[in-house]
C-alpha cells in the first residue's frame, strides 16, 4: 500500500496536545520552576539551580518516607495477590451466586477513598469502634493513633479490604477465559490440583496479574487519602508515605522549592516502573501473539 | 486397547426427563470393536459430543451403563478409564517445552524417569516432531499443538481408546489432509480404538473403518463409507452424505412399481406395504433422458465444479440434482430423468424398508 504523506494532518494531533498541555504539561512546568528556584514570597523569585535537588537526596527525611513506601507497597502486594488469586479460584463459576460474589466484592472499590479511611479510622477506635473496641476486650492492647506496629497493621489491613476484590476480579476474568478443555485434558493426564494452578491457570492468568500487580503497585506507592484519614502519617513519622510527607513540606511548611524538587524524583521513578511494567507486559503480549 | 461396548445408554441435561425428545441422546446399544477406527458423524447439536464425553467420564449418563472390555466403568472417573482425548481446540501447556508436554501424563503416573524418557522419544518420532521436542509448546502452529495432544495420549501405551472431538477444526485446509494422514497411519500402525468425532463427512469418510452417523440424539446408521453411500438406512443419511445430497421423490408404491408424479417407475424388488412413501435417489444415479421414458423434469442451471457437472433440475415442484461427467454431453431438450432400480431406496417415514425376501 501507499502511503500518502500530508503533513497537514498534524493539525489533527492539535486538541490532544493542548488539552495534555493544559491538564498536564503546564503544571508540571510550574512545579519545574518552583524546583529551580528560592522565593520569600512577594512573588520573588531567585536562582537556586540544583540545589533543591541535592538536598532532598541528602535528606534523611525523604529517604525514610521513600523506605516506608516501598515496605508498604510490598506488603500489600505480597498479601493482595496472593489472596486475590485464591479468592479467585474459589469464587462460584456460573448462576446467582457467581454474579452476587462479583457484585459484593466491587462495592469496596466503589467507595470514595476518603470514606474508606473514616471508615476504617472509626471502626478502629478503642471506644466507639467496633475492631477497636472487640480488640480491647478481648484484652489485645490495641491503639493505632499510638503503637506503630498497630498503625501499620491498621493501614495494611484496610487496604487489603479495599483493593483485594480488584485483584481477584482480574485474576477471575483470567480464569473464566479458560477453555473447560484444558480442565478435561488435564483431568485425562491425572494432573494434580496444583499442577492445574501451576501449568494451566496461572499461565493463562499471568497477562492480568501483571495489570493487577501494575495498578496495585502504582495506586499504593501514591497512596495518600486513606492512611492520612486514618493516622494522619502518624504516630510520629511511622507511616508517613512519600506522598503524606510531600503534602506536608508543600502545604504545611510551605517549602516550595524543596517539595518540588521532591515531586520531580517522585515522578520520575513512577515513570522509570511504569516503564519497565510497559515493557514487560509488551513483551508477554508478544509472547502469547506468536501463537 | 479394549472393546467399549454401550448397554441401554441414554442421557439428558435435564433432571427428569420424560418425552422422548427429552434426551440429547436416545437411547443406544453398540459394540465399539477393539482396534478399529469409529466415526462420528452428525451436525451441530445431534448428540455425538455428548456421547464422546460419556465414553471417555467427563459426562455420567442419566441411564444405561458403559463397559470397557465388560468391565462396568459407567461412574468411573476419566482418569480411571485410561482413555486419551483430542479436543477441538488444542490443549497444550504452554510453559512447558514439547518434550515436558509429553512427559506430563506419564510423571503424573509416576514413572520412572528412564522408560519416560524412552518413550517420549518414541512419541516424538510417531507425531513426527522429533526435532521440535526442546521447543516450547507456546508459539507452535495449531496443527503443531494437535500433535502434542495426540502424542500426550500415545505415551500411555495402554490406553485404552483414543477419543477425537473434532479436532481439525482450527486446522489450517492443507495440514488436515497431512494430518489426518498420519492419523490413519497411526491407527494403521499401532492399532488403537480410535473414535472420531465430526460433522464433516469427508473427514469422516476417509478416517473410518466404520461411520456412525447420528442425527436428532439417535444413532441412524452404523456402516462402512460404501454402505452409507449406497443402501442410507434413514434419510438423513442420504442428505447428510453426499454432495449434492439423495434426492428423495414422494412415492405410491405398490409392489414393484413406484409412481412419482404420475409416472410409474420399476424399483427391481417388491416391497411390503402400498401407500405413500418415498424413494431416495443419489445424483450420482440420475441420467437425463430425451426419449418419451422417465419422469418429466425440467433443467434448471448446471453447475460446472470442475471434476462434474452439478445439474440443478425441477421435478414435480420440488428441486432435484443429478450428476453428469465432466465430459458428458447434456443432450438438447431433454425433459424427463430415468434411474436405474439398482441407485433406488425405499422410505418410510424416514426409515429405508427393505425389499421383500431381502434382509436389511
Known sequence: ?291 | MAKITLDNLAHSYMANPKADDDFALKELNHDWADGEAYALLGSSGCGKSTLLNIISGLLIPSQGRVLFDGRDVTHAPTADRNIAQVFQFPVVYDTMTVRENLAFPLKNRGMDAAEIARRVQRVGKMIDMEAQLNHKARGLTADAKQKISLGRGMVREDVNALLFDEPLTVIDPHMKWELRTQLKKLHHDFGHTMIYVTHDQTEALTFADKVVVMYDGRVVQIGTPQELFERPAHTFVGYFIGSPGMNLFDAEVDGRTARIAGTPVDLGDAYAGTGTMQIGVRPEFIRLSTTDEGIPARLRRVEDVGRHKILRLEVNGHEINAISGEGDVIPEGANRITFAPEGVNVYANDWRISPQGKAA
Open chain 1, 1 to 291: 500500500m501507499n502511503k500518502t504523506v500530508n503533513q497537514k494532518a498534524w493539525f489533527l494531533v492539535l486538541p490532544v496536545l493542548l488539552l495534555v498541555a493544559f491538564s498536564a504539561v503546564i503544571p508540571l512546568m510550574t512545579v519545574v520552576n518552583y524546583s529551580v528556584q528560592d522565593t520569600f514570597g512577594n512573588n520573588q523569585f531567585f536562582w537556586a539551580g540544583l540545589d533543591w535537588f541535592r538536598d532532598m537526596l541528602a535528606s534523611e527525611r525523604m529517604w525514610d518516607a521513600l523506605v516506608r513506601q516501598l515496605i508498604f507497597s510490598a506488603i500489600i502486594l505480597a498479601i493482595e495477590i496472593p489472596l486475590g488469586i485464591f479468592v479467585a479460584l474459589h469464587m462460584p463459576k456460573k448462576g446467582f451466586w457467581s454474579s452476587f460474589c462479583l457484585v459484593t466484592m466491587s462495592l469496596p472499590l466503589l467507595i470514595p477513598w476518603n470514606v474508606v479511611g473514616t471508615i476504617w479510622q472509626i471502626f478502629g477506635r478503642v471506644d466507639i469502634g467496633l475492631l477497636g473496641y472487640t480488640l480491647d476486650a478481648l484484652g489485645i492492647d490495641y491503639n493505632y493513633t499510638q503503637n506503630t506496629i498497630d498503625a501499620w497493621v491498621t493501614v495494611i489491613v484496610m487496604d487489603v479490604w479495599h483493593w483485594t476484590s480488584l485483584v481477584a476480579l482480574l485474576a477471575y476474568a483470567g480464569l473464566r477465559s479458560i477453555p473447560d478443555a484444558y480442565y478435561q485434558a488435564a483431568k485425562i493426564d491425572q494432573a494434580s490440583r496444583w499442577a492445574v494452578f501451576r501449568y494451566i491457570e496461572l499461565p493463562k492468568m499471568a497477562g492480568v496479574l501483571m495489570i493487577a500487580i501494575l495498578l496495585r503497585f502504582m495506586d499504593s506507592f501514591m497512596i495518600y487519602t486513606e492512611p492520612f484519614v486514618v493516622t494522619g502519617g502518624g504516630p510520629g513519622n511511622a507511616t508517613t508515605f512519600l506522598s503524606i510527607d510531600l503534602v506536608k513540606m508543600a502545604l504545611g511548611q510551605f517549602d516550595l522549592g524543596p517539595a518540588a524538587a521532591f515531586s520531580l524524583m517522585y515522578f520520575l521513578v513512577i515513570m522509570l516502573i511504569s516503564w519497565v511494567f510497559y515493557t514487560v507486559m509488551t513483551n508477554l503480549d508478544k509472547r502469547d501473539g506468536v501463537q
